[in-house]
Structures are given as structure tokens and as C-alpha cells.
């Protein structure tokens, strides 16, 4: 009886350990994959205020991070990540991508300073900001987290927050996450290319 149990379990692992071994990992973030919910921020635009929502950008793949200009390394790092993965697309495929870096300052950091800070590392980032209920709304729906720190810093304060990228496809779908140790260039710009 026994020799008749081994033969048969093995048939039905098999083919579940060849879809195991032959299965292939499609992306370098950690897969997510459900809707972006919509939000609606301030911008800077021509020498004033905007409104730029997230559904601007149907149609394009938008990579998003949350952020805020005093920031001492975080942020710098994180953006010039996506600097470089943006340069590593040919011109036809930067024309698909959108980069919004979000501060999560307002205090400090009204639309055109956003601006001027993500204008910094490429011309064609938008910098965003909003109220405090609008950025504890969109964080909230972003699974981020922010939080003022009074410190000793020369800038008065620090906030601590999520140093997640979040990238979402022409769809409106959250397709992908980057931690920190995925925060990468050539693997970003590999899922984008993946994506196009």
C-alpha cells in the first residue's frame, strides 16, 4: 500500500515542482497590483499653483515618492535613483514616464519650492505638496507614514517617513513597490521597460 501512496503523491508533486522551478520572477519591485487611488495635490506651473491629480497621468507609467526638501539623505538618494533609471530609457519611453516627488512638509515646502527641489534632478519631475488632511489622506491610501520630529538640525526639524518608491502603470494599477534595498536604477528601468 505504501508503494502505491509514493508513486502517486509523486505524480501530482511533480508537475507542482516544475511550475515551482519554472517559474519566473517578472519584477524587480515587490508586486502589489491593485488600483491607485486617485488623488489631487498642488503643483507649480508657470509662476503659480496648479492642480495636478494622479489620473493627469493615464496613460503613462508614474513612479511616486514621498518626501521633503530639508530632507538630509533620503531623499536626494532616492531621487537621484530615479533620475538615473529615467536616463537609462530611450527618449520614446521617458515620454511615457512621469516622476512626482510628494512633500510631505507643507510647512516649509509650498508648490514652488516642491517644484524647484524635484526641477533639481530633472526638469521634467513635478513636485507636489498639499493641506495636512490632503497628505494624510493620500499617505493613508499609499500605506506611507510621516511624522514631524523637532531635532537640533540647522533646519529646525525633521520628518521621519517612508522611503517607499511606488510605481503605477498606464492602467491606474499600484503595480510595484521599491524599498529601500530595491531602490536600484538598472532595476527600476528594467521594470519600466518591461511595462512599455
Not at 534632478?121 to 491610501?141: A, M, Q, R, V
Request: net charge positive.
Amino acid at each position: 500500500m505504501m508503494i502505491l501512496k509514493l508513486p502517486f503523491l509523486s505524480l501530482l508533486l511533480v508537475p507542482f515542482l516544475l511550475l515551482i522551478s519554472c517559474e519566473k520572477k517578472d519584477f524587480n519591485g515587490t508586486l502589489y497590483d491593485k488600483p491607485a487611488k486617485e488623488f489631487c495635490l498642488k503643483g507649480w506651473k508657470e509662476g503659480k499653483v496648479t492642480k495636478v491629480c494622479l489620473g493627469d497621468f493615464k496613460g503613462k507609467i508614474v513612479l511616486m515618492f514621498f518626501g521633503y526638501t530639508h530632507c538630509p539623505d533620503v531623499c536626494p538618494a532616492a531621487l537621484t535613483v530615479l533620475k538615473k533609471a529615467y536616463d537609462m530609457l530611450s527618449e520614446d519611453k521617458k515620454d511615457k514616464v512621469q516622476i512626482l516627488f510628494v512633500s510631505v512638509d507643507p510647512e516649509r515646502d509650498t508648490p514652488e519650492v516642491s517644484q524647484k527641489y524635484a526641477s533639481y534632478f530633472d526638469k521634467s519631475f513635478i513636485g507636489l505638496t498639499g493641506t495636512e488632511e490632503e497628505l494624510k489622506k493620500i499617505t493613508k491610501d499609499y500605506m506611507a507614514f510621516y511624522r514631524k520630529v523637532e531635532g537640533q538640525s540647522k533646519a529646525g526639524y525633521l520628518v521621519d517617513h517612508t522611503a517607499y518608491i511606488y510605481l503605477i502603470d498606464q492602467k491606474g494599477i499600484l503595480k510595484l513597490i521599491y524599498s529601500s534595498s530595491k531602490q536600484k536604477p538598472e532595476l527600476i528601468a528594467e521594470d519600466i521597460k518591461r511595462l512599455l
